[in-house]
């Protein structure tokens, strides 16, 4: 008896011991991966994507840091110059240039080619060529998005106006927002985009101009048919349908919205998680497809990429989380949860299906028409430019022709100096 006491006491004690030694390596060996994104529409699901990560990955903690977008890139750009950013981050086209020739970003190619979850072959291939750089592919396609527009259906009804459908026209959008505009309920039939994105990449597109040349060497905003995609959406001020630039400055689009006293909206398919939280308007919205333009329909396409810092000091652990997300069972729980176009081929179709509430197939569809969210080398040289201008003649300041032949004159200046 006594011997088995003392067996039983000695083998209690080493598994204490076991277990003591054991949390100190787990949590000596435990590596924290920081994660920088600018969406907090988007951090929930992000959240609950990097916790299913730690499940399977326990020698890993994921720390997710939240920038808001305009003070995201000088933010990162500041932690990247002095070796602190985090491990992973958001990437989009207009930076990926400059971070990667920067020597900001690691080469993906050597850490997907030996990973048994996730290819190159599992994206659409202009999304693996939205961060391939110089030859050198840099970020893990996360999501697309493309453009259409929101309608709030009781506006529509209370005015006796019928919903749009996919075949209008830029004058039925017009015609349209006149007969939403009611001045004593303060409510406008359409607004000023004051995002490029989301506003006049598109209508520029639509009525046959450009941003930039496919060679990245010329401004196209010296081009009358440019021009033409910019004064569309002046006109609508002129008109009396769209708030002026300097209301729009106070509250935005965005806001005006989702307080029911905007009838139509340009957005982007990044805000489907955003409605669905407003319990005022989720039930009476729906989205419809851009309007065209003799006969020309035209809409920007972007996606980020997640990218990891090239001076981190747990590359193995980020290309881990980097892969994760770039699997079948993140990029399900990301289309699920609605809050991007999920980019793996597989899961796109999950995005649209999780809400049919909503005309989401859409977004779906512009990818047939969309054009690349114009970049250079250094898009940022003459892309802050761009807002001065177009927001000159938005404003009434200059006119169209004005702002944008000054602008094209900035901009081939920026682009021979790349």
Not at 113 to 120: A, I, N, P, T, Y
Not at 188 to 213: M, R
């Amino acid at each position: 008896m006594k011997f088995r006491k003392a067996t039983v006491f000695v083998l209690l004690t080493a598994m204490a011991a076991s277990m003591l030694t054991g949390m100190a390596v787990s949590a000596e060996e435990t590596v924290t991966v920081r994660y920088g994104i600018w969406d907090s529409n988007q951090e929930p699901t992000l959240r609950a994507i990097a916790d299913k990560f730690e499940e399977e990955n326990p020698d890993i903690k994921v720390e997710i840091e939240l920038t808001p977008y305009k003070e995201y890139f000088n933010a990162l750009e500041t932690s990247a110059t002095g070796g602190s950013a985090p491990d992973v981050f958001w990437m989009n086209a207009p930076h990926v240039t400059e971070y990667a020739r920067g020597g900001m970003l690691t080469d993906l190619t050597p850490f997907i080619e030996g990973s048994e979850s996730v290819s190159k072959e599992d994206f659409p291939q202009s999304l693996i060529d939205l961060y391939t750089v110089d030859g050198t592919w840099y970020g893990m396609p996360k999501g697309f998005d493309t453009i259409a527009v929101w309608y709030n259906k009781e506006i529509f009804d209370n005015a006796g106006v019928e919903y749009p459908t996919g075949d209008w026209t830029w004058d039925d959008f017009v015609a349209t927002a006149e007969k939403l505009t009611d001045p004593e309920q303060g409510i406008y039939g359409a607004a000023v985009q004051l995002d490029e994105q989301a506003g006049w990449y598109n209508t520029i597109g639509s009525f046959g101009g450009f941003v930039i040349s496919e060679d990245k060497k010329t401004s196209g905003f010296d081009d009358e048919k440019t021009m033409a995609g910019i004064q569309c959406w002046v006109d609508l001020i002129e008109k009396g349908v769209s708030p002026t630039y300097a209301q729009l400055s106070d509250t935005s689009s965005q806001n005006m919205f989702e307080s029911g006293k905007l009838a139509m909206q340009w957005n982007g398919s990044w805000t489907v998680s955003e409605y669905l939280g407003i319990d005022e308007i989720k039930d009476k919205i729906d989205v419809v497809a851009l309007p065209s333009v003799d006969g020309k329909q035209s809409c920007v396409i972007h996606g980020l990429g997640n990218v990891i810092f090239s001076q981190t000091e747990h590359p193995e652990e980020a290309w881990r989380f980097v892969e994760f997300l770039g699997g079948k069972e993140a990029m399900t729980m990301q289309a699920e949860a609605a809050i991007d176009i999920s980019a793996r081929t597989e899961t796109t179709s999950i995005w649209v299906e999780s809400h049919p509430e909503y005309n989401l197939q859409v977004y779906m569809d512009a990818a047939q028409y969309a054009y690349p969210y114009p970049a250079s080398a250094n898009t940022s040289a003459w892309s802050s430019p761009m807002y001065d201008e177009v927001y000159a003649a938005f404003n009434g300041d200059k006119t169209v022709e004005e702002a944008c032949t000054e602008l094209a004159g900035i901009m081939n200046d920026a682009l021979a100096a790349e």
